[in-house]
């Protein structure tokens, strides 16, 4: 209910001035006594309608001097608009309160005084305010969080189940923004004010820890708030309660990388843990737990400052064979969620690659290359077919294809293959004698690897032959591209002696989206490495055929470089899938399935211990066109390692692991000052178990208005005044 409220309302006890007005105009009255006369007669009706009009002006004065009095005295007593809010027990005033708890994980802050967090601290001031409403108010509660918004929907009168509601509210792992929250709570308010006409107040009130990431749409004024802004204007007031925390320190883990140092198909890594500090008060070291597959293995200290950021390496030697999962957990701080984090991964990296053959044994050279060895530990499952065979192939049942001197890349496959690698794979492309550019072109333009003016990211161009084998291009220069890294650290390798006496030119457009790994000494690019959604293409500018004959287009395929080229490769796309592959909680990832066991049942083990059943779902690939089967994850909310099992006839015939990590965004404790709040939400600065609210400077005050008027009666007073002297002295002078 809006209320007029004082700051010093014992000075309106000065109202009785307002007599004073009165008692002048009575006095000044003039009494007369009346006598008779006959030659007066003929003027008293002039004169009677004189007196009137001057006891109409007299009257409209003394009013004009009260009016400028009770200004006055208004404009000091202080007064200023709000809400006032009934006690308990009172009769209600048909107000409609929606409560807006913070509970994104910055929430989970503890205060180094009280033990509390934030949102503790949120829970007790909405349940006060809750307990203090009176008879026949309602209540919704909504929380800010991208998880869960709605707690209490449907507006409830039932104080002690909205109280308990909110006592049951936990932090959500994940952020949230303001902005839809209050486009929510909006709808709902204007939904129930139809339903109830009674409502015919609604009041908003916001209990916050004040963190920025939560605000920055409102500090913003983001074009797109607008609308709800307005709809709460006119449906009733905003109020915010201050729950911040005054922590101690919090230490995040932000990242969580894996590299191989020997190699994909090696059993040995390195972990790199990096650590931000955002605040500390102590000059304490900071421990680092590690633990594989939810085994501890060791624990390290480092020192870091405030604002600092420091990187731990952790290796892994000697790994069984198969997937694992790394966890590492830094000392407990102020802010427990950001302390942990996991990542999964595979030692060595399991593949399966098909080699397709344009030409007699244009892939041997390729499969050499990734299993250099035949046995059954070897990581690598190669699986070679020709042209006419890849037509029939399903394509998700592999990590990479090799196309290798194919003459015709068809649109149906060319389809195919980029849904293939936007999908996570890697497709590695080598030219031919017989090779159509043209529909390769095609390919590229399709992928849509990058353009300048119009141009896809790579065009094959002409291919460039030299008249003998004794001029063949040598001298391959490596780039900076981390595929390259072991020939730059080794630059007696033998990869620059490389001879080619053939190649296809390639024109790179120069935005970067497709990367030169390799090149000639001419400067033609040899190996481009183009990242294509999820997956890569690695293009080659000269074919890999091992042989002896005169039309050969290079030795890269029998060269010893070769094998480490491939290996390189593979390193590179194994460590940025793994990044891939481990996502943040609440994207809720879509996994394709392979249909070569049939209809397939997935289960997921979540960290909590809960397992969830997921059916297959059918779709259409947008880029190839084609229908394929995939799963998708509903409730990856929770950070942590989630085990993957996929069932064909009550039998287990794949497991993977999924691991979902908090999205570090509101660790800083980066809060903002009531001060730089729009104008139009009034502040409430703490919640109190009286019936009124406590408003900051932003309240409406209206002692400034109120003097402005009183000043505006004082000079049409003065003007009233000033304009009756003027004619009585006029009406002297012609007497």
Not at 218 to 224: C, G, K
Not at 509 to 531: F, H, K, Q, Y
Not at 557 to 574: C, Q, T
């Amino acid at each position: 209910m809006f209320a007029l409220l004082f700051e010093s309302p014992e000075r309106l006890w000065w109202s009785f001035a307002l007599l004073i007005p009165l008692f002048v105009h009575l006095l000044r009255r003039r009494r007369f006594k009346s006598q008779p006369w006959g030659a007066m007669q003929f003027v008293l009706q002039a004169v009677q309608q004189e007196s009137q009009k001057a006891k109409l002006q007299n009257l409209l004065l003394m009013m004009l001097r009260v009016a400028v009095l009770a200004m006055f005295l208004f404009a000091v007593s202080a007064p200023s608009t709000g809400v006032l809010r009934p006690n308990m027990g009172e009769k209600s005033n048909g107000t409609h309160h929606i409560l807006i708890i913070d509970s994104t994980y910055s929430s989970g802050t503890i205060d180094g005084k009280t033990g509390l967090t934030a949102l503790e601290e949120a829970k007790q001031k909405a349940s006060e305010y809750v307990r203090s409403l009176p008879d026949g108010d309602v209540v919704s509660v909504l929380t800010i969080g991208d998880f869960q918004n709605w707690v209490i929907e449907v507006p409830g009168d039932d104080f002690q189940q909205v109280a308990t509601a909110i006592n049951e509210i936990q932090p959500q792992p994940i952020g949230g923004k303001l902005g839809r929250v209050f486009e929510l709570g909006a709808e709902l308010a204007a939904k129930s004010r139809e339903q109830d006409p009674k409502l015919f107040f609604t009041q908003f009130v916001v209990f916050s820890d004040m963190e920025r990431d939560v605000w920055d749409e409102i500090l913003l004024q983001d074009s797109l708030l607008q609308s709800s802004m307005e709809k709460i204007r006119e449906l009733g007031q905003l109020s915010v309660v201050d729950c911040r925390v005054d922590p101690v320190a919090n230490i995040a883990i932000k990242e969580l990388t894996i590299k191989y140092p020997q190699g994909a198909f090696a059993s040995e890594v390195i972990v790199f843990a990096e650590l931000d500090c955002y605040y500390k008060n102590t000059n304490s070291k900071v421990g680092i737990s590690w633990f594989l597959d939810n085994e501890f293995i060791v624990r390290d200290e480092v020192v870091i400052g405030p604002g600092e950021t420091t990187t731990i390496e952790m290796p892994l030697n000697n790994l069984s064979s198969g997937s694992h999962q790394i966890e590492a957990r830094l000392d407990e701080d102020s802010l427990l969620i950001d302390n942990c984090r996991w990542l999964a991964f595979d030692t060595p990296a399991r593949v399966r690659v098909l080699c397709v053959d344009g030409a007699k044994n244009a892939s041997v050279a390729v499969s050499l290359a990734f299993a250099p060895r035949n046995s059954p530990d070897w990581p690598v499952y190669v699986h070679t077919i020709n042209e006419v065979e890849f037509e029939q192939q399903h394509l998700e049942e592999f990590d990479v294809i090799a196309l290798c001197e194919l003459e015709v890349l068809s649109d149906f496959n060319a389809r195919r293959l980029l849904g293939f690698v936007k999908q996570g794979g890697t497709l590695l492309i080598t030219p031919g004698n017989s090779t159509d550019q043209s529909s390769y072109n095609r390919f590229y333009a399709s992928i849509s690897l990058g353009s300048v003016a119009n141009r896809p990211g790579i065009r094959w161009g002409k291919v460039v032959g030299n008249p003998s084998l004794d001029l063949a291009q040598s001298g391959v220069r490596v780039t900076n591209h981390p595929i390259a890294g072991l020939f730059r650290r080794n630059p007696k390798s033998g990869i620059g002696a490389l001879p080619v006496y053939k190649y296809v030119e390639l024109d790179v457009a120069s935005d970067r989206t497709s990367e030169i790994v390799l090149e000639l000494s001419n400067g033609a690019p040899l190996l481009m490495c183009s990242a294509v959604g999820k997956g890569y293409v690695l293009t080659l500018g000269t074919a890999v055929a091992i042989g002896q004959e005169e039309d050969r287009w290079s030795d890269l395929g029998a060269w010893p470089s070769f094998l480490p080229l491939i290996h390189e490769a593979m390193k590179y796309v194994v460590e940025q899938g793994v990044q891939i592959s481990n996502i943040n909680v609440g994207v809720f990832p879509e996994r394709r399935v392979p249909m070569q066991y049939g209809p397939v049942s997935i289960a997921v083990q979540g960290p909590d211990g809960q397992t969830h059943e997921y059916a297959m779902e059918f779709s259409r690939d947008s880029d190839s066109d084609e229908v394929y089967a995939y799963w998708w994850h509903t409730e990856f909310k929770t950070p942590g390692v989630y085990y993957v099992n996929q069932h064909s006839d009550d039998q287990v015939i794949d497991t993977s692991l999924v691991v979902g990590n908090l999205a570090v965004t509101e660790s800083a404790h980066d809060l903002i000052e009531f001060s730089t709040l729009p104008p139009f939400s009034n502040v409430r600065v703490d919640t109190r178990s009286e019936g009124s609210l406590e408003f900051s400077s932003n309240s409406r005050g209206l002692s400034r208005e109120l003097l402005m008027v009183t000043l505006i009666l004082m000079v049409l007073e003065t003007i009233s005044v000033t304009y009756r002297r003027r004619k009585y002295r006029q009406r002297r002078g012609h007497a």
